[in-house]
């Protein structure tokens, strides 16, 4: 299945160039892509045992959570996504959220405080 990096809310991030045998030269999806195109994807079943199985490294983990990350902002598919994920990695990934949900915050908060507008001494308003 070729998918397009155009539209994926991943981009290009683990996918590379590489020799296909009769199809010549093309985009390949590392392991750690595949499995966040399957998760992407709602393939649930495909990509279960992920953690111990596909990726099997501890030094993917915090990757792959990150790029899962990307897709909350997708409601409809959110609380599945977040199933699986507790699923399959357990107290990791709710570890993980608790700290992605703190920096989510502070960037908001942020970005809130850069978007007020500054008021000067004499009570007038300046952007």
Same mark, same amino acid.
Not at 24 to 33: E, N, Q, T, Y
Not at 41 to 62: C, H, I
Not at 64 to 89: C, N, S, T
């Given at each position: 299945?070729?998918? #397009?990096?155009?539209?994926? &809310?991943?981009?290009?991030? #683990? ?6 045998? !009769?199809? !010549?030269?093309? &985009?390949?999806? /590392? ?10 994807? *709602?393939? +649930? /079943? @495909?990509?279960? /045992? ?15 959570? %990150? ?8 409601? *409809?598919?959110? &609380? ?5 994920? /507790?699923?399959? +990695? +357990? ?11 703190? @920096? #989510?915050?502070?960037?908001? @908060? ?6 007020? &507008?500054?008021?000067?001494? #004499?009570?007038?308003?300046? %952007?």
């Amino acid at each position: 299945m070729t998918l #397009d990096t155009a539209t994926s &809310p991943f981009g290009s991030w #683990d996918v590379h160039e590489g020799e296909v045998p !009769g199809m !010549g030269r093309m &985009p390949l999806a /590392g392991h750690v892509r595949a499995c966040l195109d399957l998760v992407e994807q *709602g393939m +649930y /079943g @495909a990509a279960q /045992g992920t953690r111990d199985q596909f990726l099997d490294n501890p030094a993917t983990t915090d990757a792959f959570m %990150r790029q899962v990350w990307k897709l909350r902002r997708r409601r *409809g598919q959110w &609380p599945a996504i977040d199933w699986f994920m /507790g699923h399959e +990695y +357990y107290g990791q990934w709710l570890d993980f959220k608790d700290r992605a949900e703190q @920096a #989510d915050e502070v960037a908001s @908060a942020e970005s809130d405080i850069d978007s007020l &507008p500054l008021r000067r001494r #004499d009570g007038s308003h300046r %952007r």
